[in-house]
């Protein structure tokens, strides 16, 4: 019945139809799962666009490069309450952050109660010429001379893939966002195609070191680093954090 | 040792196959639902480059699915345990590499992966160390499985080897 064996040490389990056919059955169940992950990734990106359909702008809102603060975009220069936010739009943990926080970040600019500083930089990259960490860095740049920075850089954590260096925030679909939120004049699509603001992601990159931070996403509230107690973000305890310091 | 090693092989081989086995299933299991945190955490050891890198966080967890499945039935046991040992010693390799570059990653071996907190850096060397010594175990429990792969509970029994051995010649 069996074909025949030349070392009888070779494993035997039944009869090997059986055998082979469990074995089979197995590969075949793990293999099609295998499949599905792999294909997940593109079924994501094409749904993240999704998100910004009921996009709420918050209007134009200026903030200006300052070059003595590493190339971080400075909202309301000057007020006493200093609060500087360090962040890779790649990172998951900043939309961790983001999500919770960046709308009470953004009352504290529009009510004029802090001054907010974002340093967006490359941290996650992966050092090739389509690295999506400077590429996304840059486009929020060219944002900010539209005066549409936290529009922009909300919309990216909005959209952003799970998975890092995927491919996905490429010079198309960066275009695509700020269509999706209303920035599309010429400048910008030639500031992001370009690349033009690469100097300033570098600037804020390298400022990491000259301000202690070692990754994103780092909060400082008046230069001290923010260390949250709490296991997740928590908005109320951010908010506590930057009401002692106001005092 | 050496003897109780012999003595009790099959009830030995039984606990390796199928704890081993079960850590193995548990592993692969919940990376292989988690496939985007698995490709995030294969890239953060940054040995492949980045695209090759997502692929294999998306097939590894199926491949440990797929061996632990071999390994707990008792079946295809000889390849299973091999192929477990290379897999263990690949990620014993991949761990003291960024260990050796200085890089603060999570493992990712169960779950989560990537970048961690710098505040943390003691935390993360101690759980290298103890992740290697982990899988270098799990080594030697596949190797013993390979060299004594018939115990109890298995699809696979161990070949009668002297009548096998005058059957096949007939």
Redesign the interface.
């Known amino acids: 019945m069996s074909k025949p064996k030349k070392n009888s040490v070779k494993s035997q389990g039944g009869d090997p139809f059986t055998r082979w056919l469990v074995i089979g059955m197995v590969t075949l169940v793990v293999a099609v799962g295998a499949f599905f992950s792999l294909t997940s990734e593109n079924k994501a990106k094409n749904a993240a666009f999704v998100a910004l359909d009921s996009f709420q702008s918050y209007g134009t809102l200026p903030g200006n490069v300052d070059s003595t603060a590493g190339d971080g975009i400075v909202f309301n220069a000057g007020l006493a309450t200093k609060i500087d936010v360090f962040e890779d739009f790649q990172c998951p943990i900043c939309k961790l952050f983001e999500d919770p926080i960046g709308g009470y970040l953004t009352s504290l600019i529009t009510e004029k109660k802090a001054q907010v500083t974002y340093h967006p930089l490359s941290f996650l990259g992966n050092g090739t010429k389509d690295d999506e960490s400077i590429a996304a860095s840059n486009a929020a740049y060219c944002a900010a001379d539209e005066n549409k920075f936290l529009d922009f850089h909300k919309a990216l954590y909005d959209v952003q893939s799970q998975v890092e260096n995927s491919g996905f925030l490429n010079t198309e679909n960066l275009l695509t966002i700020g269509k999706k939120i209303g920035i599309t004049s010429t400048t910008f699509t030639d500031c992001v195609t370009n690349k033009s603001k690469i100097v300033n992601v570098v600037a804020a990159t390298e400022s990491m070191a000259r301000y202690g931070v070692k990754g994103t996403p780092t909060t400082l509230i008046n230069g001290k680093l923010w260390e949250r107690q709490s296991p997740g973000f928590d908005v109320n305890e951010f908010k506590a954090a930057v009401e002692a310091a106001a005092k | 040792m050496k003897n109780f090693l012999i003595t009790k092989q099959e009830w030995i081989t039984t606990i390796f196959r199928v704890g081993f086995g079960a850590f193995l299933l548990y592993a692969g299991g919940i990376k292989?639902f988690d496939?985007?945190?698995?490709?995030?955490a294969t890239?953060a050891y940054?040995i492949l480059?980045?695209?090759l890198a997502?692929?294999a966080g998306?097939?590894l967890?199926?491949?440990e699915?797929?061996l632990a499945?071999?390994l707990i039935?008792?079946?295809?046991?000889?390849p299973a345990a091999i192929a477990s040992a290379l897999l263990m010693v690949m990620f014993i390799g991949a761990i003291a590499s960024v260990w050796a570059r200085g890089m603060l990653i999570d493992c990712g071996c169960l779950g989560g992966g990537?970048?961690i907190?710098?505040?943390k850096a003691t935390e993360a060397r101690i759980a290298y160390a103890l992740d290697i010594v982990r899988d270098a175990a799990f080594v030697g429990m596949c190797l013993y499985i390979f060299k004594y792969?018939?115990g109890r509970f298995?699809?696979?029994?161990k070949?009668e080897?002297?009548t096998?051995?005058s059957e096949?010649q007939?």
């Open positions: 292989a496939p985007a945190a698995s490709a995030n890239a940054k480059p980045t695209e997502h692929n998306y097939i967890p199926w491949l699915v797929a499945i071999f039935l008792g079946i295809f046991i000889r990537g970048a907190d710098p505040s792969p018939y298995s699809l696979e029994k070949p080897t002297t096998q051995a096949d007939q």
